[in-house]
């Protein structure tokens, strides 16, 4: 019988999936390309698992898990998402529900460590390393002996949320001067278009760097932000390697030169970490989403044992 | 055969030693009160280490094993010490021109690690926690499930060379703003004392801290830097527990209460770590050796596996 998996990767505003059978993507994905808060993300996560199971039956197989990487405080034993300020979610036992609801072995967790399993599939030789999405909000997986690091209460990777600049802009949790407060897509592009700067996203003012003065100051804010995280994580944990992903992660030279400059100029007690551009891109939440439901399935089966 | 441990902690300026009779401490320690930088440290190492062999001689006991903590950036595989500022180390084979000169087996670990297994011995069900010492210096040992953070190359820890003041003081590594330039024993004194304050070391500060203006000042920049350290430990890996040792860590009520106040106020979005004292106190460094010791001499027979 094939291991047939719906993965879903859920965002601040979409929910994407696809379907995988036996490792290999079955397209066409399905996406909802937007939904309203509270309860809106929750059903819009029911339509994309809906569409693909009915992709999956069309095909002639029937699901044998499910993969769900969310944003959030998220508890991946307990199946539940504590809290998800952009979903409107507190204390949803989202893996239960899902279970529950589509009959088959589910398994979430928090987007960043999910999308970080695509990074390990992709260079099992890398065992320790931190991968940070940058999209609407900012986290971090941190990777250590190869294991992602869920902390006492599944709550690790919020590292939008980590002071960077003394009594800073506010952020949406309800601190100022948060890394994400700089460094996010959304953050960049609210800075930038109340400068008097004309955008239609981050990626719109990535394009203008070393061209428009607010663009500049913007940018090197947002590079300030993360090189003041990265540098507290490098000289805490060591990692061998940086990765940056996500929508923002994809600007490429224009983010990763001056990102690597200013970390090493933090860090000349010692070597400073590679920092790259994910390898799985955009589509690791989803990739590592798939991977998770495999374990679900494994652990379902007893046939292996989840390896973190 | 008893196990007979030579257990060293090496401070910066300062070497204290004990002999471990099957895991229980054979008085009296021997210490190397100071010493000079450079070549000085190892020569107080090898002095503090040949007073401890003929100490367990003294009591019939043949040496069999060494364990050594000691700051800098530690690679405990290899046993080398890559680079210890105030030591005037780099690259130094400790562990083995140790094993050499004293014929035993030898593992060194970073300070602030081998302390963490004395705190790891004292609290087994606690596997999840950062164990931050500060004295001389400030560092940190990160736990996960159970295990120390030793990072790609050995070099996790560092936490007292994170940025915490844009453009603040300047620090001996050659940055600005460390954590380590306001927290640390050495400039919570030297600050005191620029200040214009009279004072011989850090816990005389202490001591005055809420009668006395410039103490407040030079304290609360102490607790702030340290609270932002914590915090960013905190979101990324959620930890259990934070544990504060080392000499300032003794200072108690006077500095955990406002750092727990601090860290609450800069976590409002999730539950704070809870802040505690060392159990293992002062002597948290050399009963960490020990169990360091006992752990190269079990895989020197192969009895055993190493732990972390």
Chains 1, 2 share one sequence.
Not at 29 to 58: H, I, N, Y
Request: proline content about 6%.
């Amino acid at each position: 019988m094939p291991e047939v998996v719906l993965a879903i990767d859920i965002g601040g505003t979409t929910v994407k999936g696809s379907v995988f059978v036996d490792g290999n993507e079955v397209p066409p994905g399905s996406t909802v390309p937007t939904f309203e808060k509270s309860s809106g993300a929750f059903d819009a996560v029911l339509a994309v698992l809906s569409a693909l199971a009915g992709t999956a039956r069309a095909l002639g197989h029937e699901p044998t898990a499910i993969g769900v990487g969310t944003p959030g405080l998220v508890d991946r034993r307990a199946g539940m998402v504590r809290y998800a300020a952009n979903l409107g979610w507190t204390n949803l036992p989202l893996g239960q529900l899902l279970e529950t609801r589509f009959g088959v072995p589910t398994l979430i967790d928090h987007d960043a460590r999910t999308a970080a399993r695509a990074e390990m599939a992709a260079r099992p030789a890398l065992r320790n390393f931190v991968f940070i999405p940058i999209g609407t909000g900012v986290s971090a997986a941190v990777v250590v002996a190869g294991k992602t690091v869920a902390g006492a209460r599944g709550q690790a990777g919020e590292l939008g949320h980590i002071p960077t600049v003394p009594n800073g802009r506010p952020c949406s949790c309800g601190q100022f001067g948060c890394l994400e407060a700089y460094a996010s897509a959304g953050a960049v592009l609210a800075r930038y278009i109340a400068g008097g700067g004309n955008a239609e996203s981050a990626a719109d003012v990535a394009g203008v760097v070393g061209k428009d003065g607010l663009a500049n100051e913007v940018w090197a804010d947002a590079v300030n932000s993360l090189a003041t995280g990265i540098t507290t994580l490098t000289a805490t944990l060591d990692p061998e390697e940086i990765i940056i992903g996500g929508g923002l992660g994809a600007a490429g030279s224009v983010l990763l030169d001056p990102l690597r400059e200013k970390v090493e100029s933090l860090l000349r007690w010692r070597d400073p970490p590679a920092i790259s551009a994910s390898r799985a891109g955009p589509r690791a939440g989803l990739l590592g989403a798939a991977l998770l439901g495999s374990a679900a399935r494994s652990n379902s089966t007893h046939t292996g044992q989840e390896s973190s």
